[in-house]
């Protein structure tokens, strides 16, 4: 995307996603992402007049109060990609107040800082950038977090695009822990690749199954070898889906 690295006006925002917002005025905040321009979009005439004056300095420069201005007006937030754009349109917090539930954000400088375009943890192949992160729905929870009954439905959907566009590595990975607990095999019988993100499908796959068929023979000795939780972890068998 752009990179910019300084608060910069674009303009009225006419491909806003509700019409009744394009006559907004959008400036990119310049946090020098690559593959994403964070900006917001402001509508109050004294704030987009405050904004203009302190257009071509970073928002992190120890003398601009840019995101003291920002913070005040409570902008709608818009993320655009290659792929599409995202907007936040949930209050901002004061400072020390809770995120409301549901779509909100957070500028991090310190993290912005590595100008990293991923958790490193994420498995991409070599060359590959994130544009966009989806999140199937979970078994186990809604929308809020909150617990709810097991969705086999919810399941068995994330799984069949998993099939199809995981890294075939983790998914052959997956499979083969699957049929062993079927089969009633213990861990001592199957080899595993041994790195750091195949552990952790191992454990997702126990999960899993946990939430699915907790009293499959084999699973405990499994759950032994691969995923052993402080008592004081949550109760939830299923933290994570991927």
């Known amino acids: 995307m752009s990179g910019r690295t300084v608060l910069t006006e674009l303009g009225p925002d006419v491909e806003a996603l509700l019409t009744r917002d394009r006559s907004g005025i959008l400036f990119d905040l310049g946090l020098g992402t690559l593959q994403i321009d964070a900006c917001i979009r402001v509508s109050d005439a ?14 992190f420069a120890p003398e601009s109060d840019a995101m003291r201005i ?5 902008p709608h ?8 754009r995202a907007e936040v349109f949930q209050p901002i917090p004061p400072p020390g107040g809770r995120s409301p539930d549901g779509p909100h954000t957070h500028v991090l400088p310190k993290l912005l800082a590595h100008r990293r375009t991923h958790a490193a943890t994420e498995p991409l192949p070599e060359g590959w950038i994130p544009c966009a992160h989806l999140y199937p729905a979970h078994p186990l929870r809604d929308q809020l ?21 995981g890294l075939p590595e983790l ?12 089969k009633g095999r213990g861990p001592e019988m199957a080899t595993l690749p041994p790195d750091r993100t195949a552990r952790a499908t191992v454990r997702v796959a126990l999960r899993q199954l946990a939430a699915k068929e907790p009293h499959t023979a084999a699973l405990a000795a499994w759950l032994a070898a691969y995923d052993r939780r402080d008592p004081a972890e949550t109760e939830d068998p299923m933290e994570a889906l991927h």
């Open 46 to 59: 004294d704030a987009v007049a405050a904004l203009r004056s302190r257009t071509g300095q970073s928002v």
């Open 70 to 74: 920002i913070l005040a007006a409570n």
């Open 77 to 84: 937030r818009v993320f655009i990609s290659r792929i599409g």
């Open 145 to 165: 977090g909150r617990k709810r009954a097991f969705r086999p439905d919810h399941h068995a959907a994330f799984q069949a695009l998993l099939e199809l566009y």
């Open 171 to 182: 998914t052959v990975c997956k499979r083969a822990v699957v049929d062993a607990v079927a």
